[in-house]
């Protein structure tokens, strides 16, 4: 259930609904608005209609049933769009269109601090490069773990870049927290229920890509394992699905762009590298993108794609990068942002 607060509630009748519903069994979580405070009952479904009678405590607008089987990540909740702050100066999910780069895996501290250096004077905000790999193969690469994500802070201080990193394991989230800005939830975890709620009791910003294989309610019911445990800053990945077609690694699904717009206040970037498999086919898809009303850009960019230990074949050089960075202008001053 919603209790939406009158524009000028007093902030002791807010407090008083949240003692309310926690003698009741339920979860508080309050959505601080611009004109109103909304506060989410989270519990029990089958018992939530007690929940009415906090109609008549001062302060109080209404009671309304959260009808979408997601509750915090809904739009019901909170009709404005969520800016999630990643760092000074950089967020996501307002004007600015977010831009993301940087190689699939931390190979080298050479390596990370030539692309952080590239990737920032072209103008992405944040570094990326994996040091915990899901591959398909126990015999592929792994990543360099701690040691890689030693490198990957060192390359984001030299360049001035917040960093985000996956995160495998709950057993790790600790370890990741200490080097990463952004903890990384991957497509291949998106239902791993208990990294959801470890990480959701996190501090730091999540950025959770969409499965291979889940539909789009069920990628916001993944969401909400995180939001339910507290976070508060939620970045939504749209990575591409597994289709029939096999032209592409896999089928980016730009409609889920629109359709998560719609259902979620969330901001959702996309990942045209993962998404298509293919440098060549990562700035038409970049521009899609942005046209389609992404709220950023997650890039993958090596300073050798062909020597890459892993996801070459979609790297970009950072040539590449910098003329994908100029070709977006015109789409991204078309979409109504900023970079
Ligand atoms: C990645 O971002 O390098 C990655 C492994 O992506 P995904 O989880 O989408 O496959
Ligand atoms: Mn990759």
């Not at 800016?83 to 080298?108: D, F, M, R, T, Y």
């Not at 508060?232 to 591409?240: M, T, V």
């Amino acid at each position: 259930m919603i209790i939406v607060m009158k524009p000028g509630a007093l902030k002791k009748d807010t407090r008083t609904v949240i003692r309310k519903i926690k003698e009741m069994g339920y979860t508080p979580h309050t959505i601080y608005g611009k004109t109103r405070n909304v506060i989410g009952a989270i519990g029990d479904e089958r018992g939530k209609f007690v929940l009415q009678s906090l109609e008549s405590l001062p302060g109080v607008d209404r009671v309304v049933p959260i009808l979408k089987p997601y509750k915090l990540a809904s739009r019901e909740v909170k009709p404005e769009p969520t800016e999630v702050k990643l760092a000074p100066g950089v967020s996501v999910g307002g004007k600015k269109l977010l831009v993301i780069a940087g190689p699939c895996s931390v190979e080298s501290e050479q390596q990370m601090i030539r692309t952080a250096k590239a990737v920032k004077a072209a103008g992405a905000q944040v570094l990326r490069g994996g040091a915990f790999k899901p591959r398909t193969s126990p015999y592929a690469f792994q990543g360099l773990e701690e040691k890689g994500l030693k490198i990957l802070r060192k390359a984001g201080d030299i360049a001035g870049m917040p960093v985000v990193t996956e995160v495998m394991n709950p057993m790790d989230v600790e370890l990741v927290a200490r080097y990463s800005d952004i903890l990384q939830v991957g497509a291949r975890n998106v239902q791993n229920f208990s990294l959801l709620k470890r990480i959701g009791k996190s501090k730091l910003p999540i950025l959770l890509k969409r499965g291979m294989m889940t539909t789009i309610t069920e990628f916001l019911m993944s969401a909400e394992y995180c939001l339910s445990e507290g976070s508060r800053r939620l970045i939504l990945c749209e990575r591409g699905i597994r289709t029939f077609e096999d032209a592409t690694r896999n089928t980016l699904d730009l409609s889920a762009v629109p359709v998560l717009k719609e259902r979620t206040h969330l901001p959702i970037i996309v990942d045209p590298s993962h998404g298509t498999g293919h440098f060549r086919y990562v700035p038409s898809m970049s521009c899609a993108s942005v046209a389609a009303g992404a709220d950023g850009l997650m890039i993958e960019v090596h300073p050798s794609p062909e020597n890459a230990l892993s996801d070459g074949p979609q790297s970009l050089t950072f040539e590449n990068f910098a003329a994908l960075m100029e070709t977006l202008r015109p789409f991204i001053a078309a979409a109504g942002r900023t970079i």
